[in-house]
């Protein structure tokens, strides 16, 4: 049994009652049995708040695994990066990813009748920092995953100013859409076994192992966790888990909400001087419901082929709030108002008259209700070795794609360094558990390190963290 005297000072807590992982989890918290039932939705918010806090930390004693098999839960590039990082360092995995049509969470593509309408829906581009991530671009590059966006991209403010960026540092997409980059990570992984589309429900540590399982059907045993998504899931699925330490970090974590509309047009967008807009992606200035809007059909294919033009339009986070529903459940009346407030939008950022777009082949709005953190703990990742479970994702260093690659692979190289010590002082494998956060600057949909001359320094200082 780990001495818990020497674990309460490291994690600077105060202490709390430690549980055997031999013991049954639903043993673990007599009193929920009892409690009674909540009669308003503030009354079960805050019983679910104190269940996050209060319940009882899981500890393993058995003795680690010299072959540990890891589930990552979470098919986004920090978990897929995680799995492949830890096969390089010879350590087995599971991903469990909700993804109905691929992998990728957040490096989504939208793909329409058989490839005539693609749309990048979340993640549209981005730019390179630290060494590890170019270096993997690089590899990215030569497969042929991963191109260099050279259509031009800037600012545009309301009324159709637009200002180009320069073309240096560099800008990247995946050359056949987010989600094609992270479906082919791990084709050639011999170790990493993907399972989707997959939401794991619930996690219990019994004897030695954690269980887990999908509305009650099991899903296998692992020797340690990692967390890789956030948000709601995370939180409800962590509320019970007996990794308090962990629930707590994630609870500390902010998510914007972001609108996505996609549109395809039977023309080109014209510009208020010129038959057709100057630019293949532009950050929006001025227009209370856009912040980015990218012409998918140049940037993806490069040329375009006579079809409809596709663009994705997604909104500020002010206005993401401000009309936040239930993603899974927008009612017609909130898509309709929405999906004609941004068209406005757009004419307006344009400068182009009420009524003057061309004419719509195919629109599709989506709600991102946990697009991008507000806030961050600045540190790659978190590993709470006693309870042998870990958490990566973008929110740990930053928003952006390079944030969630360096924390996925931070904490493949932690957890593989954990399995190879003796375990016989864990304590010194706690990362992250008690760290302050701090509110993230960047651009609505993340970070660009680079893109202006103002972004440089305190990117450059948040990948120096990285290390
Ligand atoms: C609208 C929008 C625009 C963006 N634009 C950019 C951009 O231009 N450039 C950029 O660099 N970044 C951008 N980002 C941010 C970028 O997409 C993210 O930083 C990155 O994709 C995060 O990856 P992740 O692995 O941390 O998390 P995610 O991509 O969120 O992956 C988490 C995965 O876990 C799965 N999951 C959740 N719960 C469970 C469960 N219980 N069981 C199994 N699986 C589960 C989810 O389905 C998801 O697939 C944007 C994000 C949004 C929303």
């Not at 540190?379 to 006693?386: A, M």
Request: proline letters at 7%.
């Amino acid at each position: 049994m780990v001495n818990t005297s020497k674990l309460f000072p490291l994690f600077g807590l105060c202490p709390f009652p430690t549980q055997s992982s031999t013991m049954n989890a639903q043993t673990r918290n007599p009193r929920s049995k009892t409690r009674k039932k909540p009669s308003s939705y503030g009354a079960s918010r805050r019983s679910a708040l104190k269940k996050t806090f209060t319940q009882e930390q899981v500890t393993f004693t058995a003795p680690l695994s010299p072959d540990p098999l890891v589930v990552i839960i979470g098919g986004g590039i920090s978990g897929l990066l995680c799995a492949s990082f830890l096969e390089q360092r010879g350590v087995r995995s599971t991903v469990f990813d909700t993804g109905v049509h691929g992998l990728g969470g957040r490096l989504g593509t939208r793909v329409v009748d058989r490839n005539s309408l693609v749309f990048d829906h979340a993640a549209q581009f981005f730019t390179v920092n630290d060494s590890r991530f170019a270096e993997l671009v690089h590899d990215w590059i030569d497969k042929g995953l991963v191109s260099e966006w050279k259509g031009p991209i800037g600012e545009l403010q309301s009324g159709g100013n637009f200002v180009p960026f320069p073309s240096s540092p560099p800008r990247y997409i995946a050359t056949h859409g987010m989600r094609s980059l992270a479906d082919s990570l791990l084709a050639q992984a011999r170790m990493v076994n993907v399972v989707r589309p997959c939401w794991v429900s619930k996690l219990e540590p019994f004897n030695g192992m954690w269980h887990l399982s999908e509305n009650g059907k099991p899903c296998g045993q692992f020797d340690a966790i990692v967390i890789a998504h956030n948000g709601k899931c995370a939180n409800r699925l962590l509320m019970t888990s007996g990794l308090p330490l962990i629930a707590k970090q994630m609870k500390r974590l902010e998510l914007s909400s972001i609108w996505a509309l996609l549109a395809a047009f039977e023309d080109p967008l014209p510009f208020w001087d010129a038959t057709e807009v100057p630019f293949e992606g532009a950050f929006v200035r001025g227009v209370d419901s856009l912040s980015w809007m990218a012409n998918n059909t140049k940037k993806l294919q490069n040329s375009h082929n006579g079809g409809p033009h596709c663009w994705t339009f997604l909104s500020t986070a002010a206005y993401g709030k401000q009309n936040k529903v239930p993603q899974e459940n927008i009612p017609a009346a909130t898509s309709s108002r929405v999906t004609a407030e941004m068209l406005e939008s757009v004419e307006a950022a344009l400068g182009l008259s009420k009524g003057s777009l061309p004419k719509l082949s195919y629109t599709r709005l989506q709600l991102w209700g946990a697009a991008l953190p507000t806030n961050t703990p600045r540190i790659p990742c978190i590993f709470d070795p006693f309870g042998r479970a870990g958490i990566c994702g973008d929110w740990l260093l930053g928003s952006n794609i390079e944030s969630a690659v360096l924390s996925g692979i931070a904490l493949a190289n932690h957890i593989a360094d954990y399995f190879q010590s003796t375990g016989a002082d864990p304590a010194e494998f706690a990362v992250g558990l008690n760290q302050e956060f701090q509110p993230l600057e960047g651009h609505d949909i993340g970070q660009f390190p680079g893109l202006r001359s103002d972004d440089k320094i305190d990117e450059a200082q948040l990948y120096e963290l990285a290390k």
